[in-house]
Structures are given as structure tokens and as C-alpha cells.
């Protein structure tokens, strides 16, 4: 009886775990979604101020600040848990997901370079694919038929909401199917090295790469180390806007968002956190529709729909199974 009353214990825990992690994992995508409009400006703002635009030293610049920061001030909050226990695997470990998640937000923006924004998203959500084939390689099982319907249904709604149209794959296309598989193998990664060392640790180290990552990118684009001086890099801070922008990326979509990812993902399957990761397009709309006045086309609505409706299947059929 025991035994019994033991099992249904960790039964609950276990689903209560999932219900933390999966509204803790919204709350990500919220935050990022906010930073579609913060980041946009503040990185046309810098090249319209310097270089140009479609230049891609606003980005690059303005990514590795904001993430330059977030490790400084991660690690100054929270000094004991980030400053102690660092060994060479924490710094593989840290280094690896550093280089894959800045890989991958180079690879958008360059693709957003040479592409249409809608195409790119649509491009980018397809680790919502890629996710599954990673864990069919790695564990040689599919995903449960329920979480694939979910994701057929989401992947339709990404093509409402995006707009994306079949066209030629140019190579801003390959460059966006390139982020994509980058963030899946980013988002798969988590769940292994995560469990294995300190999510404390691991948050600044990530951080830390990124930023000295899009540093090194900046300084190899023709003219990028004349951005670097600091009177330079000063000036275009100064844009009006920019600074207040930057510190909102640095507080919700960088240090909220990822730390919300580094300490909660891993109590969920990749796959069921890539399908919640849909909702980040969504929140972008809504915010961009309240801050600037962008509605929602009818196409978009329907896409959001569906997105929302594809998680809610997946969270109604996995709650039946638990209780059977």
C-alpha cells in the first residue's frame, strides 16, 4: 500500500514539475516576444547612426552588449552561486551552448539580411522539426503521437502567422533552415549539459560567450573594429532611445527569459519545449499591435489559433495520460 502511495506521490510531483516548468517557459517566450520591437529599433537605430542600413554592425553590435551586460550584472546578483564550483567541464559545457546560441542569432540576422522577415520566421520555427530528428538519433524513439499532432497543427499555424510562401531557397533560406537546426541542437543540448553542472554557472558562462562571440563577428566585417572604439560605440549608445531599449533586452529577454530556460527546460522533453517556444511570434504580434499600432491580419489571427490550440491538445492529452 505503501509502495502505491509512494508512486501517486511522485506522480503529482512530477506533473506539478511539468505545470511549473511549462508556464515558467511562457513566460520566456513573452519576454522574448516583447524584444522583437525593442531590438529592432534600437539596432536600426545604431546603423541609421553609423553604418547604414541593413547593416549588419547593428546587430552584431548591440547583441554583444546587451549580452556582455547581462553576464556582468548575472554574475554580480548572484555572486556566490556563479563565481564558485567553475571546473573545465562547467567551462566546455558553458562555451558550447555559448557558441551555438550565438551562432544561431547570427545566422538569423543575416538571413533577415537577405531574406523577408516572414520567410525567416518560418524558417527559424522549423527546429520545431528538427528537435524530433535530433532526439530520434540521439534516444531512437519518436516523440509520442499526440506531441508530433501538436506539432503538425503548430507548423500550420506558423504558416498563417508568418506569411511565408513557398519561393526559391537563396541563400538567405539556407542561412534561416541554418539558424534553425543551430537553435535545435542549442535547445536539445540544454536538457543534457544543464543537468550534469549549476544552471547559475552555466547562465553567465553562456552569456559571457555569446557577447565576446558577436564581438569577434563584428570585428571581422569590412569597417566593424572602427565601431569598437569606445568614443564610437559611446556615441551610438547615445542615439536617443537606444539606452533605454538596451536595458530592457537586458532585463526581460536576456536575463528573465534565459535564466527561465536554463532552469526550467530541463524538467520538460525538448521536444514539448520547442512546441511552447511557437508562442514567442505570437507575443510579438500582440506587443508590436499595442506599442506601434501593427494589427493583426485575419491570416495572423487564424495562425495564432492554431498555435495556441496545438499546445493546449498537447497539454490536455498529456494531463489525460498522466491520470490514467
Known sequence: MSLVLDSGTEAASARRRVGVATCCLILATAFWGLGFTWGKSAQSTINLAGPGEHSGVGPLLFLSVRFLLAGLIWTALFW????FGWSGGTVLRSVLLGILLGGGMILQHLALDRSTEAVTAFLTTLSIVFVP?????????????????????????MWRLTGGSPRGMGTGEWLGVGCAVVFSIHLFLINITVKSDSPWRMTAGQFVVVGFMCLAVLACLQDGTAYLHPAEVQRLFGQPGVLRQLALMVVLPTIG????????????????????YLL??????????????KAMSGAEMQGAALILGANGLVELLAARRARR
Do not use: K, N
Not at 503521437?145 to 501538436?150: I, Q
Open 280 to 293: 514567442e511570434p505570437i507575443w510579438a504580434s500582440a506587443f508590436a499591435w499595442v506599442a506601434a499600432g
Open 133 to 157: 530528428i535530433i532526439a530520434l538519433v540521439v534516444h531512437r524513439r519518436l516523440p509520442h503521437w499526440a506531441t508530433l499532432l501538436g506539432i503538425g497543427i503548430a507548423l500550420v499555424g
Open 80 to 83: 556566490r552561486r556563479t563565481s
Open 257 to 276: 527569459a534565459f535564466a527561465l530556460m536554463m532552469f526550467f527546460q530541463p524538467w520538460l522533453d525538448p521536444t514539448r519545449a520547442a512546441l511552447i
